[in-house]
């Protein structure tokens, strides 16, 4: 029990050491390859923060426990929405972007609904894999395709950008890119070391592990680079990493599992879990088009106080089911 908690705070301290590396080294990238900050966010960072997701979830497969892989992917994407953007906007209130709302989160909340259809019948087949995996390729091929037209046209991010990004080389934001994002998700899976095994200690479910013990260690990249760069004024990788990373969780995460293993859902999982995050996901349009006084459209510290008062409400909510178990 002692070496678990150890583990926790070494890996809380490199975790929020390597976030601001991270997203200056994501930042730059964007910057020197003429991509859109949000791009970056949801491809870059969606997929290097969704490492640790993507980890457990298939070893959990293999091994025979599903209900940690489901957990772990939808117990984060919960996580995301309601816990890191909620604390991130109390941080620094989001500006949301009309693309955002036209594009990139109808998607989101599509890939949601696909799922629904994976989950109904009460299993993920090697074939629901493999076609979860092939949305997510054709997804962000598709991204990638319309960020490359919008910054053909001299994309309005990029004036955005601090100054001092500009001076970084490209060969060094590489660097600052893939050891920030190596600690991230080595100190994100110590942390989640320790908490499973203090959790098992007490003799919690794989299922309710994956939804809160593990959702929030894997989803601790999300929240010290989403913080991180809210902090920065870049909106849109604080949100792009969000939507990508929930993208990666319900796509690849999942897809990677049941391709390798077919899975068997627990009924809770699509009549609970599943419907908080497709709530969660609705509730996002309508804080996005929330206008302050200048017109701009954000999630503010209200909304982000609403957010982290369902996750609260949330997690006790299992709390209490498995006390009375």
Same mark, same amino acid.
């Given at each position: 029990?002692?070496?678990?908690?150890?583990?926790?705070?070494?890996?809380?301290?490199?975790?929020?050491?390597? $976030?601001?590396?991270?997203?200056? *080294?994501?930042?730059?990238?964007?910057?020197?390859?003429?991509?859109?900050?949000?791009?970056?966010?949801?491809?870059?960072?969606?997929?290097?923060?969704?490492?640790?997701?993507?980890?457990?979830?298939?070893?959990?497969?293999?091994?025979? %426990?599903?209900?940690?892989?489901?957990?772990?992917?939808?117990?984060?994407?919960?996580?995301?929405?309601?816990?890191?953007?909620?604390?991130?906007?109390?941080?620094?209130?989001?500006?949301?972007?009309?693309?955002?709302?036209?594009?990139?989160?109808?998607?989101?909340?599509?890939?949601?609904?696909?799922?629904?259809?994976?989950?109904?019948?009460?299993?993920?087949?090697?074939?629901?894999?493999?076609?979860?995996?092939?949305?997510?390729?054709?997804?962000?091929? #598709?991204?990638?395709?319309?960020?490359?037209?919008?910054?053909?046209?001299?994309?309005?991010?990029?004036?955005?950008?601090?100054?001092?990004?500009?001076?970084?080389?490209?060969?060094?934001? #590489?660097?600052?890119?893939?050891?920030?994002?190596?600690?991230?998700?080595?100190?994100?899976?110590?942390?989640? #070391?320790?908490?499973? %095994?203090?959790?098992?200690?007490?003799?919690?479910?794989?299922?309710?592990?994956?939804?809160?013990?593990?959702?929030?260690?894997?989803?601790?990249?999300?929240?010290?680079?989403?913080?991180?760069?809210?902090?920065?004024?870049?909106?849109?990788?604080?949100?792009? %990493?969000?939507?990508?990373?929930?993208?990666? %969780?319900?796509?690849?995460?999942?897809?990677?599992?049941?391709?390798?293993?077919?899975?068997?859902?627990?009924?809770?999982?699509?009549?609970?879990? #599943?419907?908080?995050?497709?709530?969660?996901?609705?509730?996002?349009?309508?804080?996005?088009?929330?206008?302050? $006084?200048?017109?701009?459209?954000?999630?503010?510290?209200?909304?982000?106080?609403?957010?982290?008062?369902?996750?609260? *409400?949330?997690?006790?909510?299992?709390?209490?089911?498995?006390?009375?178990?």
């Amino acid at each position: 029990m002692l070496l678990s908690i150890v583990m926790i705070v070494i890996g809380l301290a490199v975790l929020v050491w390597s $976030a601001d590396m991270f997203v200056d *080294g994501a930042a730059a990238v964007a910057l020197n390859f003429g991509m859109s900050t949000l791009l970056v966010g949801m491809v870059i960072i969606g997929f290097g923060t969704s490492a640790p997701e993507m980890t457990v979830s298939v070893l959990a497969a293999m091994q025979g %426990n599903p209900g940690l892989a489901l957990g772990n992917a939808y117990g984060s994407n919960i996580t995301n929405i309601a816990l890191i953007l909620g604390l991130t906007a109390l941080v620094s209130p989001v500006l949301m972007r009309s693309q955002l709302l036209k594009r990139e989160l109808p998607i989101l909340l599509g890939v949601t609904l696909l799922a629904f259809f994976h989950l109904q019948d009460g299993q993920i087949t090697r074939i629901e894999g493999l076609i979860e995996l092939a949305v997510l390729l054709a997804v962000f091929t #598709w991204m990638t395709m319309q960020s490359r037209q919008e910054s053909s046209h001299g994309d309005e991010l990029e004036v955005e950008l601090n100054q001092e990004l500009k001076r970084i080389k490209t060969s060094k934001a #590489w660097v600052m890119l893939v050891v920030g994002l190596v600690l991230l998700v080595v100190s994100s899976r110590m942390l989640v #070391w320790g908490a499973v %095994n203090i959790a098992h200690g007490l003799g919690v479910s794989d299922l309710i592990i994956g939804l809160t013990v593990v959702a929030i260690g894997t989803s601790l990249p999300e929240l010290a680079s989403s913080i991180a760069a809210a902090r920065k004024g870049e909106h849109d990788l604080a949100v792009g %990493n969000v939507i990508g990373s929930n993208l990666f %969780n319900t796509l690849a995460v999942v897809g990677l599992a049941g391709a390798i293993h077919p899975m068997q859902v627990p009924a809770e999982v699509l009549t609970r879990d #599943w419907a908080v995050m497709l709530g969660l996901t609705i509730l996002l349009f309508a804080l996005g088009y929330t206008r302050k $006084a200048s017109g701009e459209k954000t999630i503010s510290r209200l909304g982000g106080s609403l957010l982290i008062a369902i996750y609260i *409400g949330y997690t006790l909510y299992l709390i209490v089911g498995v006390m009375q178990l």
